[in-house]
């Protein structure tokens, strides 16, 4: 399954962007998907996931009440909508997706991922 997140782009603090992930397996998301990012020297940290059943959500603190993870099913996407963004979100952001169903309280370590798209780079300038 090869996934792609796009989207990404320059903005100013305070901006919004939407990142996207689309895969070329219409069941990639079949149990789960999330977002994960990478700052220069810095670990890859989880933001956002979204699972099935139940489209449930769960976001990392920093960003929770600014971003917003969803799924449009008719396109086979997974957004990330990103609002009232802050220069410390610069990064460049991953989609990835679970091959099989895991608990919640497994899915937002990176470990638990199969697939992997290439990154979108978010710039946030101050």
């Known amino acids: 399954v090869q996934l792609q997140a796009s989207g990404g782009g320059l903005v100013q603090a305070g901006g919004s962007l939407r990142l996207s992930c689309t895969a070329s397996?219409?069941?990639?998301?079949?149990?789960?998907v999330g977002w994960f990012r990478q700052a220069p020297g810095k670990e890859r940290e989880f933001v956002a996931l979204i699972r099935w059943p139940g489209a449930t959500t769960n976001y990392a603190d920093s960003v929770k009440g600014r971003f917003t993870i969803s799924k449009d099913n008719a396109e086979n996407m997974v957004y990330l909508q990103m609002n009232s963004l802050e220069p410390e979100d610069t990064a460049v952001y991953y989609c990835?997706?679970?091959?099989?169903?895991?608990?919640?309280?497994?899915?937002?370590?990176?470990?638990?991922?199969?697939?992997w798209g290439k990154g979108t780079l978010v710039t946030v300038s101050s």
């Open positions: 990835a997706a679970h091959a099989r169903r895991v608990a919640l309280g497994s899915s937002r370590s990176p470990h638990t991922y199969h697939y």
């Open positions: 397996e219409r069941t990639f998301s079949k149990y789960g």
